[in-house]
């Protein structure tokens, strides 16, 4: 145990003042040497004194603000570590499309359902769903932003999320710079639970051949599992689709690439093609049912300050000489003998 104003308990010695002196009139009695020795008014007396002085040294105590160190506590759950990597270009502002029976692409006319509103909406919710998670934020665009590291404070994660959204995005996306500050999260962090890598994005890009080795031997060593949630959008061909190989060049569309790329990762990977808000919804759920490993994490447990304690503990103290001074007589009554 610490305190945060330690110089306060050098007061303590007013704590012995209720021996000298208590807030109650004192009566001037003649002949009170022969008045007969009363134990229990000397009882009553010493009670009264001694918790007047604990009532004065609680309160000291809790003005010095007494608090426990803070210590680490394993636990034990299920769940796993996820780093969410957000796509903030400017292409997430669009609206999701549709595939209709002939395999045309139609525009959802839905103004409200934006790609980056329904990641957020459900994303909001899939964190809401798993308590026992670690969850970390990266958002990118031309470059990735931190947001949050690694951790089981859910409420900022949703601030977090929820903020995402706000303004509008950039033009560019690398995927690479994302891709390696999303695995630096785990770096120098014990293997306590699974490891997920969760990319939301509505497009891919080409990555030199130097980073693409390094990533690899990254997501390797780091035991990591890669999910994409790929929201596709207007005028896009797509990457689950057989028919995308008929097309000519489709092996410089960055979307396919990226697919091929993680697929040849040497890791644990999915892919997911939303194209619309219940698309979206049923990807994440399917990562919830893979994802639920037992855990083991080490929590801080932060100083618990006691000041509460003490001040409740004076107020008590105070009860017997508060209820001494409702017998507190203030005169003598004179008793006249009737003959």
Request: aromatic residues 12%.
């Amino acid at each position: 145990m610490d305190f945060e104003r330690l110089w306060i308990l050098l007061f303590l010695p007013i704590s012995i003042l209720p021996w000298y002196v208590l807030p109650f009139k004192s009566l001037v009695v003649r002949n009170l040497p022969i008045i007969p020795a009363d134990s229990t008014s000397k009882f009553l007396d010493f009670f009264v004194r001694f918790t007047a002085s604990l009532s004065i040294a609680a309160l000291l105590f809790g003005f010095a603000n007494p608090r426990s160190k803070e210590s680490l506590v394993d636990r034990v759950g299920t769940g796993a570590e996820i780093v969410l990597l957000l796509d903030r270009s400017r292409s997430m502002d669009q609206q999701y499309g549709k595939v209709d029976p002939n395999r045309s692409l139609m525009l959802n006319l839905d103004s409200s359902s934006t790609k980056s509103v329904a990641a957020r909406d459900v994303l909001s919710n899939f964190v809401k769903n798993r308590p026992s998670d670690f969850f970390g934020l990266i958002n990118f665009s031309s470059r990735p932003i931190k947001v949050f590291p690694l951790t089981r404070k859910h409420d900022v994660i949703q601030k977090a999320i929820a903020a995402s959204t706000l303004g509008r995005g950039l033009a560019e996306t690398d995927i690479a710079a994302v891709l390696t500050k999303g695995l630096e999260y785990f770096e120098n962090r014990p293997y306590t639970a699974s490891r997920v890598v969760m990319l939301i994005s509505d497009g891919g890009a080409q990555i030199d051949p130097i980073t693409r080795q390094q990533i690899k031997d990254d997501a390797i060593r780091l035991r990591i599992s890669v999910y994409w949630i790929y929201l596709r959008g207007k005028g896009s061909p797509g990457i689950i689709d057989e028919d995308i190989q008929k097309l000519e060049g489709y092996g410089a569309i960055p979307e396919y690439f990226l697919n091929k790329y993680f697929q040849d990762l040497g890791v644990p990977y999915k892919v997911y093609e939303a194209s619309d808000p219940d698309q979206l919804k049923t990807a994440l759920d399917d990562v919830d049912k893979l994802q639920k490993l037992p855990t083991r994490f080490t929590e801080i447990v932060p100083p618990q300050s006691f000041s509460n304690l003490a001040f409740l503990f004076s107020l008590l103290m105070l009860f017997p000489i508060f209820l001494t001074g409702f017998f507190e007589v203030s005169k003598w009554s004179i008793l006249k003998e009737k003959n």
